[in-house]
């Protein structure tokens, strides 16, 4: 069973960046797809990105495509969310996911890291 650890978050002006990461232990992350959702305050859980085993492919939400980018370090067993052109309505606990391939729904979850965009 892996565990997933998020860091990273933290307080930034609107226009501003951030990097989260998401640290893997218990098992090899080169296994999973990784995913980032994010959940802001009073609204339900949403996908932002996700990315293949490889790092090959990726996804990303309309509402953050080209201004996040997902990535992800095997060797350090360690997936990222680059966010740039931070806005006030990313201010959300952003969670890291991981899934094996023939599963449809994400299995092991990280506790989350709070980012908030001021405007």
């Known amino acids: 069973q892996v565990q997933l650890v998020e860091s990273g978050g933290g307080l930034v002006q609107a226009g501003g960046s951030l990097r989260l990461s998401c640290a893997a232990s218990g098992g090899t992350v080169s296994s999973y797809f990784m995913g980032w959702f994010r959940r802001a305050l009073g609204k339900e859980r949403e996908f932002v990105a996700a990315?293949?085993?490889?790092?090959?492919?990726?996804s990303y939400a309309d509402s953050v495509k080209g201004r996040f980018l997902i990535s992800r370090d095997n060797a350090k067993n360690t997936v990222y969310l680059q966010m740039n052109s931070l806005k006030p309505e990313d201010t959300a606990v952003y969670y890291c996911?991981?899934?094996?391939?023939?599963?449809?729904?994400?299995?092991?979850w990280g506790q989350g890291t709070q980012v908030t965009v001021s405007s």
């Open positions: 990315i293949s085993r490889s790092g090959g492919t990726t």
């Open positions: 996911a991981a899934r094996l391939p023939y599963e449809s729904n994400y299995k092991y």
